[in-house]
């Protein structure tokens, strides 16, 4: 049996990844008046008097929902809301299992941008958090900045964010292990939609100084009239001497190639053409840019791949759960910067000094510490960036 078909039967056999379970019996008729009616009044009043209590006396402080239209899933594209849900069912069971966060899926049949803000927005009062999930670009950008003017709880697109706050842990550890510096070498980012360019803002926060990034039409530049507004104003941050050209001319003399892109579109050569000890991340998927083989033969000194066959794992799931039980257990008002580098520096330095090595720059999702760690740097990073509205309390969200 094949895992094309393991996964069917598994889907098959459980219809749905998650489930509601109540948090008390309901035994007798004291049980359902305290728990529902007349007893539930009293605290519906009291938050009517203080929305604030919802965090306290709903589930709400612990909840998040997980939105989608569809149109960008995994490497499926536009697939429909339907069709998104087995996904969006195991992002809720990703939450869950690492991070004790209650997600909720929700899938939307609208592709308008108006219509998802204004859905997400009215649904809001119901949860601490908001997690937009493949949507495709460029409408994602527009959406999660509508929503963060608009939301007074965090929004986090984690096809942008999540995919830069590792890739950012992942490129600190590989340049130690290559003995380079972030602020003096070349970085090559081919593929700007949604993670390539969220990818390119948050180095460049991290210090990268020398940046150029390509999509299907070239390298990305300033003067050239055609460029969208999204990634014009990339091209504004980036190539400074102002390169035209294709992929091949980019990567030329590059420190650190990171793709975002499409299958194949790299070859032997090109990899050997970069600068000495090399650090390339083909994270395409299903098929690379190039093989984590083909770029280490042809002198690549490090390599992430998107894979779970290979070292070195370039995976989203070793931030998304600690970043929102850290940003819910203090109620933040928002995931910032501040907050994301320090998701990224604490999942860098779960891999220790002695064990950092080509093969070892990025912690496995499945040890613990990871998330707990996260969680931990993102609430202390939430409370000195002034978003969060109160204090952690290990007892609170129980």
């Keep these: 049996m094949n895992d094309k078909t393991e996964a069917i039967l598994l889907h098959e056999r459980l219809r749905g990844k998650i489930e509601v379970a109540p948090r008390i019996l309901i035994r007798d008729r004291k049980d359902l008046s305290l728990a529902y009616t007349p007893g539930v009044a009293d605290p519906c009043l009291a938050i009517q008097r203080d929305p604030d209590l919802s965090y306290v006396y709903t589930r709400r402080h612990n909840t998040v929902a997980v939105i989608t239209d569809g149109t960008a899933v995994l490497g499926l594209g536009d697939i429909g809301p339907e069709a998104g849900m087995p996904v969006m069912e195991g992002k809720a069971l990703l939450f869950k299992t690492f991070g004790d966060v209650d997600a909720i899926p929700l899938c939307l049949r609208t592709k308008d941008p108006d219509e998802i803000v204004r859905t997400v927005s009215l649904l809001a009062g119901s949860f601490g958090g908001i997690n937009l999930e493949d949507i495709a670009s460029p409408r994602c950008f527009e959406i999660e900045t509508r929503l963060k003017a608009i ?18 842990a992942a490129l600190s550890n590989a340049l130690k292990v290559v003995h380079k510096d ?3 070498v070349r970085v090559v980012i081919n593929g700007a939609g949604a993670a390539g360019q969220a990818i390119a803002w948050f180095l460049l926060d991290l210090g990268v ?70 650090v390339v991340f083909p ?20 390599v992430g791949t998107g894979s779970s066959k290979y070292p070195n794992q370039i995976n989203n799931l070793l931030c998304f759960p600690g970043i929102f039980r850290g940003a819910l257990d203090v109620r933040a008002k928002d995931i910032n910067v501040a907050m994301m580098k320090a998701a990224s520096r604490a999942i860098a330095a779960c891999v220790p000094e002695a064990d950092r090595n080509a093969a070892m ?12 760690d996260v969680a931990a740097a993102v609430r202390a990073a939430a409370v000195a960036s002034g978003v969060a509205r109160i204090g952690y309390d290990p007892d609170g969200r129980r």
């Design 361 to 372: 720059i990025i912690p496995s999702p499945f040890d613990p510490a990871v998330h707990k």
């Design 151 to 168: 939301c007074d709880i965090p929004v986090f697109h984690d096809d942008q964010h999540g995919t830069a706050t590792v890739v950012g």
């Design 182 to 184: 972030l602020s003096t």
């Design 283 to 302: 994270l395409a998927n299903p098929i690379p840019e190039i093989s984590r083989e083909d770029a280490l033969a042809a002198g690549a000194a490090v």
């Design 209 to 278: 100084t020398d940046m150029i990034v390509c999509d299907r039409f070239g390298i990305l530049a300033e003067t050239d009239p055609s460029l969208i507004p999204s990634h014009l104003a990339l091209a504004r941050k980036t190539n400074r001497l102002l390169t035209r050209g294709w992929l091949r001319d980019a990567i030329e003399g590059a420190d650190v190639f990171i793709g975002v892109s499409g299958p194949n579109c790299v070859d032997a050569a090109m990899i050997r053409s970069m600068r000495r000890d090399a």
